[in-house]
């Protein structure tokens, strides 16, 4: 079984500029991924030409089941709002994170994080960029309890805040949220937190250690695979870790190989 995390920057490539939905569907059926969770993912977007790229993904891995997790409304950077509810947005361009399974889905389950109340200084890359102070947006987290050939999975995906300290709490509230679903559980996502934090903070076990940002030469690991240490034996033993170049964002995926 192959779980994998994709920091998708929405599909763009770096070399263009683009989101051309045939790169998109070749780089994420490379992965090749039983479980993968997206971060960064549009649906109903101009700029990636209001497509659903969670649907475009769960087909390029010819994956059953798939869930787009709308953590606002609008587009970030230049206007959104949070959800209302769970339905809310329909028909409106989205922006959030996708999880998707070969293997059966028994329940899905959704929790919002409240954005940080303060805006943070980030560094944008380029001509025109620095230090900037941003608002951060709400963030959200989307479990599924599977049904696998290794027996009952949960599995869950987010996307947690750039704002230091903020981003540990979330994750926190994330672990206690997933305490509630049956074990084993595995997060997978952008936690914004190196390997070292993402490991104390959770209390969880890393299954793959390897730096996947900036793309081109990796220096630090900002996304990871994290197995609750409650029933972690019931897992499978790691087999492989990698996290293979792609055509597409600023982040490489992680994938770890189980079994």
Same mark, same amino acid.
């Given at each position: 079984m192959?779980l994998?995390?994709?920091?998708?920057?929405?599909?763009?490539?770096?070399?263009?500029?683009?989101v051309?939905?045939?790169?998109?569907?070749t780089a994420?059926g490379?992965?090749?991924?039983d479980v993968?969770a997206?971060?960064?993912?549009?649906?109903?977007?101009r700029?990636?030409?209001n497509?659903?790229?969670?649907?475009i993904?769960a087909?390029a891995?010819?994956? %059953?089941?798939?869930?787009f997790?709308a953590?606002?409304?609008?587009? @970030? *950077?230049?206007?959104? !709002?949070? =959800? +209302?509810?769970?339905d809310?947005?329909?028909g409106?361009?989205c922006y959030?994170i996708?999880?998707?399974?070969?293997?059966?889905?028994?329940s899905w389950?959704?929790?919002?994080?409240k954005?940080?109340?303060v805006?943070?200084p980030?560094?944008v890359?380029?001509?025109r960029?620095?230090l900037?102070?941003l608002?951060?947006?709400?963030?959200?987290?989307v479990a599924?309890?599977?049904?696998?050939?290794h027996g %009952?999975?949960?599995v869950?995906a987010t996307?947690?805040s750039?704002? @230091? *300290?903020?981003n540990a !709490?979330? =994750? +926190?509230q994330?672990?206690?949220?997933?305490?509630?679903l049956?074990a084993?559980?595995v997060l997978?996502?952008?936690?914004?937190l190196?390997?070292?934090a993402a490991?104390l903070?959770s209390?969880?076990h890393p299954?793959?250690?390897?730096?996947?940002?900036?793309?081109g030469?990796?220096r630090?690991?900002?996304?990871?695979i994290?197995?609750d240490r409650?029933?972690?034996q019931q897992?499978?033993p790691?087999?492989a870790?990698t996290?293979p170049?792609?055509?597409i964002?600023?982040?490489r995926?992680?994938?770890?190989?189980l079994?």
């Open positions: 192959r994998a995390t994709f920091n998708m920057l929405h599909g763009r490539s770096l070399t263009d500029g683009l051309d939905p045939a790169r998109l569907t994420i490379a992965l090749d991924a993968l997206l971060q960064e993912v549009d649906r109903d977007q700029r990636s030409g497509l659903d790229l969670t649907a993904a087909h891995l010819r994956a %059953p089941h798939h869930r997790a953590a606002v409304v609008g587009t @970030p *950077g230049e206007h959104f !709002r949070p =959800l +209302r509810h769970d809310d947005g329909h409106e361009p959030g996708g999880l998707i399974s070969r293997h059966p889905v028994r389950h959704v929790t919002r994080l954005a940080a109340p805006r943070s980030v560094y890359p380029g001509p960029g620095g900037i102070l608002h951060d947006e709400p963030r959200v987290v599924a309890v599977l049904d696998t050939p %009952p999975l949960t869950a996307h947690l750039f704002v @230091p *300290g903020w !709490r979330q =994750l +926190r994330t672990v206690r949220a997933l305490r509630a049956p084993p559980r997978l996502g952008d936690l914004n190196p390997a070292g490991r903070v209390g969880w299954l793959g250690r390897r730096p996947t940002y900036p793309a030469q990796p630090v690991q900002l996304d990871h994290l197995a409650h029933a972690l897992l499978p790691v087999r870790v996290t170049p792609s055509t964002s600023d982040h995926p992680l994938l770890v190989d079994g």
